[in-house]
């Protein structure tokens, strides 16, 4: 219990109620600025075509496709789809109140293609921010949908809705809204030059190093000289040449993944740009709504306490 001023005591529970509501607020303001940034974000930057895409942070839209044609079977409801996240989730009883548990849950990580009109892109979905319009909630009595209860007829009536299934897919085909770090390797692209090749080999072969004595160590002494070095040199340039031109021989790929600023998210949807926009900055008026009513409440709960403040007599 705390003092305020006039001498009123602040009870313990109406300490942690203000509390409370300048969380919620500070909490609420903050979102309104995430989602913002976001909806500013998805509106600003340009739907590049995949084949001349720049390299870097990058929007791109296109069909979905499974990686090698194997298509991904969902684990709760066992739909095909290139992309899942499922929850299950236990209804927990305590006291008078229930909630639900996640018992388990699970995420597929498997890359899967996305195509336009220009060319194919592989997406690496980890750490990306999935928004998808196939999400479905069911109930039932079991740890997972489908199984075999062997409960008798009155236990199975009595707890038909003990677990709530949560599945979210893309399937196949689906148009795909993506932004993330887009990069492009192969057909010549992005290749080392000789020298900073040569020195990858080397430090490869460093790693072994009796291997270079034994290639390399002409007056069998142990130990690679000055000369012996120069040879080491020729062979790994050499060698880097070999790689430099198998890697031009490579097709062009364009891979989209999450990118390492936190400030640039990696985002999936199977919205289009425009819904996705609108749907963000909806997020952004809730969360204004939350800072609008959390800090009513708190003026309403101090004037209140002002005007208890005011009648209490003073000794």
């Known amino acids: 219990m705390i003092s305020v001023q006039g001498g009123a005591p602040l009870h313990d529970n109406q300490l942690v109620f203000l509390i409370a509501a300048c969380l919620v607020a500070l909490i609420c303001f903050w979102f309104v600025f995430h989602y913002l940034r976001r909806a500013r974000l998805i509106e600003d930057i340009p739907t590049s075509r995949i084949r001349s895409a720049a390299q870097g942070y990058a929007e791109i839209v296109g069909t979905v496709s499974p990686a090698r044609n194997k298509e991904l079977a969902a684990p709760l409801s066992g739909h095909s789809c290139v992309w899942y996240s499922y929850k299950v989730q236990r209804l927990q009883k305590s006291g008078r109140s229930n909630h639900w548990k996640t018992v388990e849950e699970g995420t597929s990580n498997q890359y899967f293609v996305i195509q336009d009109d220009t060319d194919a892109c592989i997406v690496h979905p980890e750490g990306a921010e999935v928004m998808t319009a196939h999400s479905r909630t069911w109930y ?176």
């Open 140 to 315: 039932g009595n079991t740890p997972r949908p489908g199984q075999a209860d062997t409960r008798n007829i009155l236990l199975r009536v009595l707890s038909s809705r003990r677990y709530r299934y949560i599945e979210k897919l893309i399937h196949v085909h689906d148009i795909i809204y993506a932004l993330g770090s887009f990069g492009t390797s192969g057909g010549g692209r992005n290749i080392p030059d000789t020298h900073q090749m040569t020195g990858q080999v080397i430090r490869e072969w460093r790693q072994n190093y009796n291997e270079i004595l034994k290639r390399f160590d002409q007056d069998g002494n142990g130990e690679i000289d000055l000369q012996e070095w120069e040879a080491v040199r020729e062979a790994a340039r050499q060698e880097a040449e070999m790689r430099r031109q198998e890697m031009a021989r490579l097709p062009t790929a364009h891979a989209l993944s999450r990118t390492s600023d936190k400030h640039h998210p990696f985002i999936i949807s199977t919205f289009s740009q425009k819904t996705l926009a609108k749907k963000f900055r909806c997020y952004a008026l809730l969360n204004l709504a939350g800072v609008t009513a959390s800090v009513t409440i708190l003026i309403a709960y101090l004037q209140d306490w002002q005007n208890f403040l005011a009648m209490t007599p003073v000794n």
